[in-house]
């Protein structure tokens, strides 16, 4: 049933193919072979902001926006990005002011901020049902490990809304416990809006941190625990641009310890993935399934979760 015999011979291209990406990703699910990484996007289609607002959103608190520069068109790098963020600190004075501001950044409603909560309207997601299906405990297989490189406390949010007991990891080293459904990894910070746990004292969203982050000089237990994961599971990637630096590093270290079996590590769920970018996965192991726009991914997740149904169905029919 979990046999991946059948793509045997098949080049990572091949499994760019919406059809086969579906069944061989269903496969890695029963079997237990995935963990889940959540990018911006999965935050944006929720109304919070995109890593480019959010760093205009805190340069537009200390005066220091870009002419020009809006959600449309900023031709600024993540470079330029993560040096717009270290002078925002700079502007500010003090950690506790830019964490304050990145936090007033990241939640723009004042009575979503005040209650402490989100709004109920986040349920009907399609994306968060979807990616719900994914860690639902199910005898067809779950994902039990979620790394979100986002800072807020959404998915949490979303899963205990629905009875799930969910472990929140903001620091390692730490204990993990089996007896919770899931585990959520933030390897760059955490800005709760309602979660009980405390808010990191850091981010990593200023050049800064991320050479410290690189050089192991800070957080180093983090790209530790993230090559050994991408070492022994493969990889979800579902909003994610796939462009974060930390997360190619540790990718990178992990490509290069795996035998080179040309086996997948991982998928990249995306909405027309660039042509050049698609190559640049594929050369990292990675197979990216380019969706005709973003409406269709939570669709395409929840078929993964179908076809995984039905091969243990048909497998329990053949006893």
Known sequence: MTSLNEFHGLELEDLTDEAVATRYIAKLLIRGEL?????????????????????????????????????????????????????????????????????????????????????????????????????????????????????DDLLEWYLRVHGFSVMTVTELPAYLRADYDVTVFHPHGFLPLVDSREATDWLVLRHSEFVARLAKTSGEAWPNYLTSLFMTKRLLAIGSSMSDIDIEVQLAAAHKERPDEGLPHGFVIGDQIAEPKQRQLLKAGLVPVSLHNREAIPGFILKICRQAADLVETHRGGL
């Open 35 to 151: 963990a889940l990484l959540l990018g911006a996007g999965v935050s944006m289609s929720n109304h919070l902001p995109s890593w480019k607002g959010l760093v205009r959103s805190c340069e537009r608190a200390v005066g220091a926006v870009p002419p020009g520069a809006t959600e449309a068109v900023d031709p600024r790098t993540a470079p330029d990005f993560l040096e717009a963020m270290e002078d925002v600190r700079d502007k500010l004075g003090s950690n506790e002011a830019f964490l304050s501001t990145v936090e007033k950044a990241l939640y723009t409603d004042d009575d979503q901020r005040l209650r402490k909560d989100y709004d109920d309207t986040v349920l009907q997601s399609m994306l968060l049902i979807a990616i719900g299906a994914l860690v639902m405990p199910s005898t067809r297989g779950s994902i039990t490990t979620v790394i979100t490189l986002n800072f």
